[in-house]
């Protein structure tokens, strides 16, 4: 009987995909995952302002490394981040129209 399990191990002649992607990982908002404060002010409870909290975020990301820019971006998540994801994408669509590219 064949193993109903087959793995075929090989290597990639293009390399790792981390050698052609980067990864961030975002907590947002604060008090989320890995995130926390201990001001009460910081904790954001409200999707306009944890969406241009995360607008900010991009700017200063694509500031510090231009390079980044030229590259596509994808955003995911998990659990409650499919509330966040869509928002988030919106909120840079809306903002490259506007003339303020992320």
Known sequence: MDDPFKF???ENPEGSWADIAHMIYLDQPV???FSYSDQQNEYLDHMDD?????LIFMKNLYTLYPDLQARDLYL???AY???FVPVFANAILEANEAGSAI
């Open 50 to 54: 944890i969406t241009a909290e995360f």
């Open 8 to 10: 075929a191990i090989e």
């Open 81 to 83: 981040a499919g509330k």
């Open 76 to 78: 995911t998540g998990e």
């Open 31 to 33: 008090n989320t995952g």
